[in-house]
């Protein structure tokens, strides 16, 4: 039975055109920024390439990108990517003789002299970075992290399956259930750092209240012939030095001990606002999708086609770009002002037309 959108041939030369299933893999990588953003490469096991080169597994056409940039190893256990390293080019040594020496001679300096040129322009080229850290060995390659290589950004997602719901029709054509969309919980958004602790001014040691008893009564033992008024006098300085030194000591305890509570409440803060961080970063790329998952919605079909309602406050968003942006965070200190919020590395960059109405 044909239906709307079928495509027909009778040459069996373009029967690979009428394929519409979506190939095979274990693994998708998605060019999620950059020229050739769009671009969806199913991989399976084995190592796979990216770079400029077409020859690559995965050629894309990014002047800033290396000829062989990264090295995506996919196993039953894990998939890995590292940085593609070349050797330095060898200078050819040739000794030849005959008609066409000085031309094979002449052909071999230039081929070297490119590769030499190819290899120092690919070592000042920064090297490829992996959720923000840079790339050298190999390293497992999370899902949904970035891997960003030249002016491209990548990503590698688990394959998702077509779960529209589509029904034929029998006048052609298939029909499309458009779920309801349901809105997330809105994650916790503000955040108070916790103050340092402040040392407490201990007790001063008072050298005059200290030692005028001893004073006092050395001179009352002298007057009055009584050796044991000097019992009273060493008493009231040695009661006093005694006090002040029992105060410091519970003073440094007590501030130490305060500042172990305040190291512990400021690294759980710190993990708090960098979960926080992650899942706005996350959130705020899967509500304005990339044009790898925008393709693979609309020609799946998939749930999310068409989501968008015309009373969502994110109709008509247009996706420009990424950027590096403040993440949608509030956070302060205590008994102190604001602070500024963590950054979001490659967020989308969105338009409001309902708002703008043309750019």
Known sequence: MLRDGDKVTLDARLARTTIVEEPAGVAEVRVVGGPAAGAVHRLGLGAHVIGADPLCAIAVADPELAPEAVTVRVTPDAITVERALRAAPEQARLKLKGRWADEVAELSARVAEREAA?????????????????????????????????????????????????????????????????????????????????????????????????????????????????????????????????????????????????????????????????????????????????????????????????????????RIGLADLPANLELSEEQGGPIDPPVCRAVPVCLPMRRLGVA
């Open 118 to 318: 190819e290899f120092a322009a690919e070592a000042r080229r920064p090297a490829p970075e992996l959720g923000s850290l840079p790339l050298g060995e190999a390293v497992e390659w999370p899902e949904d992290t970035l891997l960003a290589c030249g002016s491209s950004l990548f990503t590698l997602t688990a394959i998702e399956p077509r779960d529209a719901h589509l029904t034929p029709r029998l006048e052609g054509g298939v029909a499309y259930n458009r779920p309801p969309r349901l809105r997330r919980p809105e994650g916790r958004r503000t955040f108070k750092k916790p103050k340092e602790p402040t040392r407490a001014e201990g007790m001063r040691l008072q050298l005059l209240a200290a030692f005028l008893p001893a004073v006092i009564g050395v001179t009352l033992a002298y007057v009055l012939d009584q050796w044991y008024f000097l019992l009273f006098a060493l008493m009231t300085p040695v009661i006093m030095v005694g006090q002040w030194w029992s105060d410091r000591r519970h003073g440094k305890k007590q501030h130490r001990k305060a500042m172990k509570e305040y190291r512990a409440m400021l690294a759980a803060h710190d993990e708090e606002v960098e979960a926080a961080r992650a899942d706005d970063e996350r959130r705020r790329r899967s509500d304005s999708p990339d044009p790898a998952q925008v393709l693979l919605t609309a020609i799946g079909p998939r749930r999310r086609l068409w989501e968008r309602r015309i009373h969502d406050e994110d109709a008509l968003r247009l």
